[in-house]
């Protein structure tokens, strides 16, 4: 008899460890369009201070601040990134709906802490 329980015991304990088969969910085919996503139609910024950097290409920044400490592209967007002692100066450029070259929509400023400071003062203070 205890033969027999630890028989059954060992089989029982055996059909735990081999696992369990669940039934195999077949992939989902991927489907791509084949054509590229529309570019996107980013806000522009605006304000005072900003004129020169908003809507200028990214060879018009290179000529007003210099080579870019990163040059970034994603998609349909770019990012250039300018540097000077006082500020941080993130361009974000994008093609525009009526297509051509990628423009400046929108920029964001820190100082040398990480803190936002005003875009303004930082495009006056990079192009001294």
């Not at 669940?22 to 991927?30: D, E, K, M």
């Not at 540097?83 to 974000?92: E, F, I, P, S, W």
């Given at each position: 008899?205890r033969?027999?329980?630890?028989?059954?015991?060992?089989l029982?304990?055996?059909?735990c460890?081999g696992g369990?088969t669940?039934?195999?969910?077949?992939?989902?085919?991927?489907t791509?369009?084949?054509?590229?996503?529309?570019?996107?139609?980013?806000t522009?910024?605006t304000?005072r201070?900003?004129?020169?950097?908003?809507?200028?290409?990214?060879?018009?920044?290179?000529?007003?601040?210099?080579?870019p400490r990163l040059?970034l592209?994603?998609g349909?967007?770019?990012?250039?990134?300018f540097?000077?002692?006082?500020?941080?100066?993130?361009?974000?450029l994008y093609?525009?709906?009526?297509?051509?070259?990628?423009?400046?929509t929108?920029?964001?400023a820190r100082n040398?802490?990480?803190e936002?400071?005003?875009p303004?003062g930082?495009?006056?203070a990079?192009?001294r």
């Open positions: 008899m033969f027999h329980a630890a028989l059954l015991l060992a029982a304990l055996a059909g460890a369990s669940s039934p195999r969910i077949p992939p989902q085919p991927v791509r369009s084949a054509t590229p996503p529309p570019p996107s139609t980013p522009r910024m304000g201070g900003l004129e020169g950097v908003v809507d200028a290409t990214a060879a018009q920044l290179v000529a007003r601040f210099g080579q040059d592209a994603e349909d967007a770019r990012k250039l990134q540097a000077g002692q006082a500020c941080l100066l993130d361009v974000y093609t525009l709906a009526g297509g051509g070259e990628r423009r400046a929108w920029v964001d040398t802490a990480g936002s400071v005003d303004a930082c495009i006056a990079l192009g």
